[in-house]
C-alpha cells in the first residue's frame, strides 16, 4: 500500500461510515490525492516529493478524518463520547450515595452501569468500527437507554437526592434515544432517495423508535407487576421477551426503512403489538393466572 492509500486509510478510520459509503469516501478522497501528486510532479517535482506535498496540502490524516467525521456525521461522535462517561460518572456518583448516605451500595448494579457506560465509550473510540457494524452500535444503545430508564424509576433517597440522580437519568436516556435515531438515518443508505424523501424517513425512524419504547414500557411495567403478585419466578424472564423480539425485529426495519417508510410505520406497529402479545398471552394461560 502507498503512501497515499495509507493517508485516505487513516482518515477514514476516524469515521463511522459503513461500507458501501466507505468505498466512495476511499475512492473521493483517494482521487484528490492523486490528482493533488499528478499536478505537483507537473511542477517539476518528484514523485516522492510529490506524495509528500499532496498529503501535507490534505492536513494531518487524524485531524482531517475528524473534521470529515464532523463534516458527515455532525456531533455524532461526541455525543456517544458525553453518553459513555456520563453513564460511568452517573454511576460513581450514586453508588457513592447509596455507600455512604444511604448505606446500601450494590456491587452488581455498578458493574452494570460501568458495562453499559464502557460500551458506547467504546463505540466512541472506535467510530469506525462502529460505523461499519451499526446494529451492534444500536445493541449498545438500546442497552444503555433501557438499563438508565429502568435506573429513572428506582432510584431511592431523599426527596432531592431523587430529583438530581432523577434528572441526570433523564437526560441520559433523552440523549441516548437522540443518538438511537440518529445513528438509524446516517447508517441508512439515502444516496439514491430524493431528497424530499429524507424528511419521511427520519420520521419513520422515529415513529418506529416510540413504538420500541411502549414496547420497553409496556414490558418492564409487567415484569414489575409479575414480581409484585407472584414473587420472583422465571416465568417473568417471559414479559421482557418483547423487548429482545423487537430488538431484532428493527434489525430488519432498519433496512426496510429507507426504501418503504410509510409501509415500515405500519409494520413496525404490528410487530410491536404482536411482540407484546404474544408472550403475555402466555403468561396469561400459565396455571395459578395473576392477571
Known sequence: MNRLKKHVQKMLEQTQSANGEREELWEELLNHLEEAKQHYMDEGLTEKQAEKRAIAEFGNSNSAGHQLQEAMYPYQRGLLYVMGIGTILFGVLYFVNAAFLQHDPIPVWLA?????????????????????????????????????????????????????FGIYALLLV??????????????????????????????????????????????????????????????????????????????????????????????????????????????????????
Open 112 to 164: 452494570i452501569q460501568f458495562f453499559t457506560g464502557s460500551l458506547i465509550t467504546l463505540a466512541a473510540i472506535n467510530i469506525s468500527f462502529a460505523g461499519r457494524y451499526f446494529y451492534l452500535l444500536h445493541l449498545a444503545l438500546f442497552a444503555n437507554v433501557i438499563w438508565n430508564g429502568i435506573n429513572l424509576l428506582t432510584i431511592q433517597g431523599s426527596q432531592w437526592q431523587i430529583i438530581i
Open 174 to 291: 433523552g440523549m441516548g434515544i437522540v443518538a438511537i435515531i440518529r445513528n438509524s438515518y446516517f447508517s441508512s443508505n439515502l444516496i439514491d432517495n430524493k431528497q424530499q424523501k429524507h424528511g419521511l424517513v427520519l420520521t419513520s425512524y422515529i415513529v418506529n423508535l416510540l413504538f420500541g419504547i411502549a414496547v420497553v414500557c409496556v414490558s418492564l411495567f409487567f415484569l414489575w407487576a409479575y414480581f409484585f403478585a407472584m414473587g420472583r419466578s422465571l416465568f417473568a424472564l417471559l414479559t421482557v421477551t418483547p423487548i429482545l423480539i423487537w430488538i431484532i425485529i428493527y434489525k430488519f426495519q432498519m433496512g426496510y426503512i429507507a426504501r418503504k417508510p410509510l409501509i415500515s410505520m405500519m409494520t413496525g406497529f404490528g410487530f410491536s403489538v404482536l411482540s407484546i402479545a404474544v408472550p403475555l398471552s402466555v403468561l396469561i394461560l400459565i396455571p395459578g393466572r395473576w392477571l
